[in-house]
């Protein structure tokens, strides 16, 4: 028996040649058999796409109701190296003061130096859910003339919400992932912003949001991005999930779910389960131009109908060059006159007109744009004109 093996595509199968004439048909057999898997499988991706890209519904929607809430509070960062507030900071003094006095210290407040002190705001946010005990990130920021908060300690700061109540405390080193540092004669070397600062962790709930998750028998689910297209496909995916018709759209930015009746008591496990239901999201098509930038971001659903471009530069330049004209030697009565000379020069770019199909996407606009030559700011001007003709079907968004 003569072994020989044959290698085609991506696929790969292996022929025996032998004397006995059988095996090699039923060889044949099974290579055809596994080509056509190949090819069903190669059908089945095209026609039937897999799920990336569908997208969770906890990454679309959000569950009205359970959101955090931001709470703020106004402190002071003690222990800086001469970089803190300095005499036009008054409310700094007046804090101090005040504190010391909490604290059983008495002291004038005229006579107090700040340069270690730093008046600040704290701001963070609490998340739902959260429990007496819990841990919060806290974002520190300098209110007064703080030249940095390096190496500075937060004091226990109250944290209240928009209802005037304290639901977190505040305290902790603030790290600023950066630093800054001058001479006494001018100048300096400063990296990111020395004067807001980060405390991982440095914040501890003490009063908690009351969420009677349990008391409903419908949860609402709002859409971040609200689209008829997105509701209906969210609803009919759960509806389809749980074979039930448990879920409706009631507007564009609002899907309704019924809790079924196993999950009254328990409603937790059914939003589990519905956090998972994938869906494929419709967007509006959209181009967001920056003229300061010059960035421009194109969605994958810009088409353009069938449309001629060509653009071209015009640079115009002006050199002027200061003359002076003396009189001639020995003659009577010259004087010595300065004129300029003037040069204008005027280049026009070449471009040659370009056909662009009706229907095409993202890539072939990108590309034909791309052959012409156009710069960030040529192209920006180029959609604002094809949109003010018509042919740009997505909404133009200048920031």
């Given amino acids: 028996m003569e072994p020989l093996i044959r290698r085609a595509g991506v696929g790969a199968w292996f022929v025996a040649r032998v004397d006995l004439g059988g095996v090699r048909e039923r060889g044949q057999r099974v290579a055809a058999a596994v080509r056509g898997l190949l090819f069903g499988l190669l059908v089945w991706v095209v026609v039937f796409p897999t799920s990336a890209a569908a997208t969770r519904l906890k990454d679309v929607a959000e569950l ?64 739902p859910f959260a429990h007496q005990g819990s841990h919060l990130d806290v974002t520190v920021s300098s209110i007064g003339d703080c030249e940095s908060l390096r190496g500075g300690t937060l004091l226990m700061t109250p944290l209240k919400a928009a209802d005037n109540g304290v639901y977190a405390v505040a305290q902790g080193a603030v790290s600023i992932g950066g630093f800054s540092f001058g001479g006494r004669g001018g100048g300096g070397v400063q990296k990111n912003h ?136 020995l003659s009577l009565g010259g004087t010595t006159v300065q004129a300029t000379d003037s040069q204008v020069q005027v280049q026009e770019e070449e471009r040659r007109l370009m056909v662009v199909a009706a229907g095409v996407s993202l890539a072939e606009v990108v590309g034909a744009l791309n052959a012409l030559g156009v710069t960030p700011g040529d192209l920006i001007a180029i959609l604002q004109a094809l949109q003010a003709a018509g042919a740009l079907h997505a909404e133009l968004e200048i920031i």
């Fill in 64 to 127: 009205t109701g359970v959101r955090s809430n931001q709470l703020i509070g106004y402190g002071l960062v003690v222990g800086l190296d001469g970089t803190g507030d300095g005499v036009k900071s008054t409310f700094t003094r007046q804090s101090l003061t005040a504190m010391l006095d909490r604290l059983g210290v008495n002291v004038d407040a005229a006579s107090l130096k700040v340069e270690n002190i730093a008046a600040v705001m704290v701001t963070a946010d609490l998340p």
């Fill in 194 to 329: 020395p004067t807001t600062g980060r405390i991982v962790s440095g914040g501890l709930v003490e009063r908690e949001v009351e969420v009677d998750f349990g008391a409903t028998d419908r949860l609402r689910y709002g859409l971040r991005h609200p689209d008829f297209t997105t509701a209906e496909r969210l609803a009919a995916a759960i509806n389809e999930k749980f074979g039930s018709p448990l879920a409706m759209a009631a507007d564009a930015g609002t899907v309704e779910v019924q809790v079924p009746e196993e999950f009254l008591h328990h409603p937790v496990p059914f939003a589990a389960r519905l956090e998972g239901v994938e869906v494929a999201e419709d967007r509006v098509a959209k181009v967001i131009l920056n003229e300061r930038t010059g960035t421009v971001v194109m969605g994958s659903e810009v088409r353009l109908s069938t449309v001629a471009i060509a653009h071209g530069g015009l640079s115009i330049s002006i050199k002027e060059t200061p003359l002076v004209s003396q009189p001639a030697p």
